[in-house]
């Protein structure tokens, strides 16, 4: 029951933060194109790092209160075909329709959104809580996700910290700790084969960790609200895309 308000921040508020930090990030990606070090555009970039380890925490939070995980993993899994063309199309590398067909110029990452790994997250978490898997198998599913995943934006790093978020429920440091593991690898890759600047600023996800701190366990007191936000995320993430590639191309 949430009839008292607790003191913090509600799922609701913590998840139009990372609305509000994911547009103003993709905006930098859009009116600085590439790897400019100005100072707005670093900024930008740098707020728009809390949103993924927010939208990984509530993935697994979503799992814990779901009715229906079947229903849920196929809801995430259908949004992330549809922002697979809306992420191509807002992407620096979209060509022709034929970028929409994943490694077709040879690039082998970056191939679609985060929702792909997110979705895969999911499926992560419900093999590491099926008891019927045994460790072993476990390990090996897991693995085999995370080469599926690798393609995707945030690769199989957004998967991984699903996994770890929804593991250690109530844990926060052990999941700050497999947050900033996870994200350093990822930092680190992108240091050295992309952009040694940029590699630096993933590590801005440390940005994310006393927001969610700040989480009161609720979502709020109106229903209608609630539901509203609910689906905020999954229909605004592919239009808002779509909407900055068709102002800035």
Not at 94 to 107: A, H, L, M, R, V
Not at 180 to 195: E, G, L, P
Not at 200 to 223: D, E, S
Request: net charge positive; charged share 10%; with cysteine.
């Amino acid at each position: 029951m949430e009839n008292t308000v607790k003191k913090g921040l509600n799922s609701n508020t913590i998840k139009l933060i990372a609305v509000i930090a994911m547009t103003l990030d993709h905006l930098a990606w859009a009116l600085y194109p590439g790897y400019p070090t100005d100072f707005v555009a670093l900024l930008l970039h740098l707020i728009g790092r809390v949103t993924c380890p927010i939208m990984c925490y509530f993935i697994a939070e979503g799992y814990h209160y779901t009715k229906n995980i079947q229903k849920y993993i196929f809801r995430l899994f259908s949004f992330a075909l549809i922002a697979h063309f809306c992420y191509i199309y807002f992407s620096a590398d979209y060509i022709d329709w034929k970028s929409f067909i994943p490694f077709y110029y040879g690039k082998f990452l970056d191939q679609t959104s985060v929702m792909w790994s997110l979705a895969w997250g999911l499926v992560m978490l419900k093999v590491a809580n099926d008891p019927k898997i045994s460790h072993t198998a476990c390990v090996v599913l897991i693995l085999l996700i995370c080469i599926v995943a690798f393609p995707a934006d945030w690769s199989c790093i957004a998967s991984l910290c699903v996994l770890a978020f929804g593991t250690n429920r109530h844990n926060l440091k052990k999941q700050a700790f497999w947050l900033i593991f996870y994200t350093a690898i990822y930092a680190t890759v992108y240091f050295f084969c992309i952009d040694k600047v940029y590699g630096l600023l993933q590590m801005g996800v440390v940005l994310a960790i006393p927001i969610i701190a700040m989480y009161n366990g609720q979502r709020g007191k109106n229903p209608k609200i609630n539901k509203i936000v609910k689906w905020l995320f999954y229909f605004y993430y592919p239009l808002h895309l779509l909407v900055i590639a068709y102002l800035f191309k």
